[in-house]
């Protein structure tokens, strides 16, 4: 009660005294500019209840609402362009949509012009386009309102590729929710950045990186290409896995993985052999017939297609960043254990995944959390740092009105005693 009294009190002094930008509603003070579109004043009336409803609690609700809302209609909305339109928007998603978009239409023009209303369009320190984050408002009511009026020129299914892309802009609206939530806001802002304090944090990621892949390429390069085979090399460009006849009459191709140091690893009568180690006896690379020549013993889905791989450093770069992801690399060190010794594949790999993934990560996240807390900590003491200037504003009015109210009167008794006098 106090409080707000106090307030009211305040509100009415800077207004009659000194700040003409200060609009007391709702229990708070607002600075905007002092005029708005060359028309409204500070002192007009219908302003102030135009600022009174911008500042009110459940307008920024309603808005909150109406766009996830409206998110959720965009995320369940059919986009397959193999339907023909008119398909889809027979559909219950895609007709809701289009239904409901006029109407949000009209509610997101009506909170741009009232906000301008309120807040001054351009001119002005709390103008509507002085703050950032009102450009992307702004960008999603320009689109939505070209979108319009070039359906109107054109028709729906008319204006070519230009309408479709402006209809792209739909999928910005969902942004309006970072101008409605100040958390969001500042979530975002710990995210921008944090980008300048994660370079060297990503460039302690690289290096690891690096040292595990230049490690993987030197023991286990051209070791996934190991199968067994019908001949000890190659004959005229071809080199047929190892296969045979079950008794049934079916063919079985052998096409497990092998390892050259165990020489029980291929069935008797085939050969442990690698594509991607064959040569000539001039040292140039062995040429196969097979357009693929060392797809054709990975490019299957127990392999991941060969895209796994340690055959040179950027396949190996590659594999190291999907164990980092920590999706499927298990199946990574069980492919590689199967010509490897099992015991130090398991120690790479875990080792991999606890400095990459854990220690990288955990540096990552300790480094946002500490941008997010300064950001909250900048934020809350602007706000102090805000009262305590409308405080010493508010006091440094008062004395001075107080030293000349003291010269007044000094000066009246000075002219009564000359008068007595």
């Avoid at 369940?76 to 895609?94: H, I, S, T, W």
């Avoid at 999603?140 to 109107?152: E, G, I, K, P, Q």
């Avoid at 040179?312 to 999907?322: D, H, L, R």
Wanted: glycine share 6%; charged share 20%.
């Amino acid at each position: 009660m106090f409080l707000s009294e106090f307030n009211e009190h305040m509100y009415r002094f800077r207004r009659h005294h000194k700040d003409k930008n200060t609009f007391y509603v709702n229990g708070a003070y607002v600075n905007y500019s002092e005029e708005s579109l060359y028309i409204f004043g500070n002192d007009s009336k219908f302003r102030f209840q135009i600022v009174k409803i911008v500042n009110h609690a459940y307008f920024d609700r309603f808005i909150i609402t109406l766009i996830m809302v409206y998110s959720i209609l965009l995320g369940m909305k059919c986009y397959d362009q193999q339907v023909p339109e008119e398909e889809r928007d027979l559909m219950l998603a895609n007709k809701l949509l289009n239904q409901i978009d006029p109407y949000f239409n009209v509610i997101i023009y009506t909170e741009f012009v009232l906000k301008v209303i309120a807040m001054g369009f351009i001119f002005g320190a709390s103008g509507y386009m002085a703050d950032g984050w009102n450009w992307i408002d702004f960008i999603v009511v320009a689109s939505s309102f070209t979108d319009l009026v070039m359906s109107n020129l054109f028709g729906r299914s008319g204006g070519g590729k230009a309408l479709s892309a402006l209809r792209a802009f739909r999928l910005l609206r969902p942004l309006k929710l970072l101008t409605s939530i100040p958390s969001l806001r500042v979530l975002l802002r710990t995210l921008m950045e944090s980008v300048q304090s994660l370079g060297g944090i990503m460039g302690l990621a690289l290096f690891f990186f690096t040292i595990f892949s230049i490690l993987g390429v030197a023991i286990w390069s051209g070791k996934i290409h190991y199968r067994c085979y019908m001949t000890e090399t190659p004959v005229e460009g071809v080199w047929d896995l190892y296969s045979k006849v079950e008794d049934d009459g079916t063919i079985l191709t052998y096409d497990n993985l092998c390892n050259p140091s165990m020489p029980d690893s291929c069935p008797v009568g085939s050969y442990c052999g690698s594509r991607f180690e064959q040569f000539n006896p001039d040292g140039s690379r062995y040429h196969f017939t097979d357009y693929n020549y060392l797809g054709v013993d990975t490019d299957m889905e127990e392999f991941n297609y060969g895209l796994t791989n340690f055959d040179n450093i950027g396949s190996a770069f590659m594999t190291i960043f999907i164990v980092t992801t920590m999706d499927g690399w298990t199946k990574i060190m069980n492919i590689t254990q199967e010509f490897a010794s099992k015991l130090f594949v398991h120690f790479f790999f875990i080792s991999c995944v606890w400095v990459c993934a854990f220690f990288v990560l955990n540096l990552t996240i300790a480094s946002m959390l500490i941008k997010y807390d300064n950001l909250d900590k900048e934020n809350d003491a602007n706000e102090v740092d805000q009262f305590e200037r409308e405080l010493t504003d508010m006091a440094n009015d008062i004395f001075d009105k107080v030293i000349q109210i003291k010269k007044e009167q000094k000066n009246e008794d000075q002219a009564r005693e000359l008068q007595a006098k």
